[in-house]
């Protein structure tokens, strides 16, 4: 397989995946009250942990002016709290508190049953074979993730 092969195959199956992820954000099924950009940052949070807003802001590929209106309804909420960096005042840290850690792993779990229902027609064989591939992508990127730390 050649370096170009290997770029458009990857291509295409970021496009699938994001067309199949689509599927997922139609679903009405998302935990009501809660926009599905407050959702993300509240499972990133809890999944990564503490973070500084620009951080989030470049993960969530949105302005950071844009992520505080979302991040003062968390923190009315009490879904987030921020915490100012003693070492560097100009630095605000934002985590997940209990309540918020809740929402994010019913949104987890939201989110892994909207999967389960998109790929419920897989045969077995195909599953089987799918889930030997994505093993084995994840090990991979897990590598170069690791390389490139």
Known sequence: MSRREFINLLESNIFILDRLSGRLKKDPN????YPRQQLS???RL???GPAKLKDIAHREMVTTPNLCAAFRK????????RRIDEKDRRNTWYSVTRTGEK?????????????DK??????????DALTKSLKTI???LTKMELANA
């Open 30 to 33: 998302l935990l009501s009250g």
């Open 41 to 43: 940052i509240l499972v």
């Open 46 to 48: 809890h999944i990564g």
């Open 74 to 81: 968390l923190e009315r909420d009490g879904l987030v709290s």
């Open 103 to 115: 929402i994010a792993l019913q949104a987890i779990e939201t989110m892994r049953g909207m999967i």
């Open 118 to 127: 998109l790929f419920s027609t897989l045969s077995r064989t195909d599953e």
């Open 138 to 140: 994840n090990q991979i």
